[in-house]
């Protein structure tokens, strides 16, 4: 089973910590249909511009999974619509990922995740449908006490 050409059932649902806690990271009918979307129009049309394979860190994650990581209680990720990506194969950058998405495709939110002015250490992206997409743009940092906050760029 797959949810698209380049994504397996396995790889969309994959998490070791949920691997090592026991946890059935397993997406309803609801939830699959939203990784097939994000799958088709995002990530699909991006590994073809990309030229080869792009690495998924994060893709669905059930509450329970959602909250022994410490993720949003909001997270589009529990939706299926989200998907956590990095370039580690080096056909493009993270960066490059990033201005692909936010200037060729459409989406939801695109967040460029921590790392440096220069390049994100990943890019979260999410899709929910053509008419609810609000194309935002938002880049992640630590504030002054280390928690996570959010600016739009």
Not at 73 to 86: L, M, N, P, R, Y
Request: hydrophobic content about 35%.
């Amino acid at each position: 089973m797959s949810i698209s050409k380049h994504i397996s059932y396995k790889e969309g649902v994959y998490s070791r910590t949920a691997m090592r806690r026991g946890i059935k990271n397993n997406p309803n009918a609801e939830q699959m249909e939203n990784m097939v979307a994000i799958a088709e129009e995002v990530f699909e049309p991006l590994r073809v511009w990309v030229g080869g394979p792009i690495k998924i860190n994060s893709f669905f994650r059930c509450p329970e999974l959602n909250t022994v990581i410490g993720g949003s209680s909001k997270s589009q990720h529990c939706k299926g619509q989200a998907i956590d990506i990095d370039d580690v194969y080096g056909r493009r950058s993270n960066a490059e990922m990033f201005t692909y998405i936010r200037e060729m495709l459409d989406f939801d939110q695109v967040i460029w995740e921590f790392g440096t002015d220069m390049n994100p250490n990943w890019i979260h992206v999410s899709y929910v449908s053509k008419e609810e997409n609000r194309n935002r743009c938002l880049k992640a940092y630590k504030d002054d006490r280390g928690r996570t906050k959010y600016k739009t760029i």
